[in-house]
Nanobody, 118 residues
């Protein structure tokens, strides 16, 4: 089992930056692909970014490419999502996820709310 706890969400203004954190515990963090997703009520969950176990490979969906950066610290067992130039449409509940496959995530956090006012 892997337990994931997100933090760092909040209310910001359009154009601001915010960094989300996801702290992992349980099985060795360094073996897992990590990803960030978000969800707006009434809509499907949206994939945002993923990072390889070593941290050397990252991938982003087009809507956040160039604005968001995923990173990880395998000593602190934490994955981060740096979000810059936030827009009102970035308002959502943000989740981190962990998995042993590149697109197969078995473990999910409870989410942290990000609200961007325009």
């Amino acid at each position: 089992q892997v337990q994931l706890v997100e933090s760092g969400g909040g209310l910001v203004q359009a154009g601001d930056s915010l960094q989300l954190s996801c702290a992992a515990s349980g099985r060795p963090f360094r073996f897992y692909w990590m990803a960030w997703f978000r969800q707006v009520p009434g809509k499907e969950r949206e994939f945002l970014a993923r990072i390889s176990p070593s941290g050397t490979s990252t991938y982003y969906t087009d809507s956040v490419k160039g604005r968001f950066t995923i990173s990880r610290d395998n000593v602190k067992n934490t994955v981060y999502l740096q979000m810059n130039t936030l827009k009102a449409e970035d308002t959502a509940l943000y989740y981190c996820a962990a998995g042993l496959g590149v697109q197969d995530y078995q473990y999910w956090g409870q989410g942290t709310q990000v609200t961007v006012s325009s």
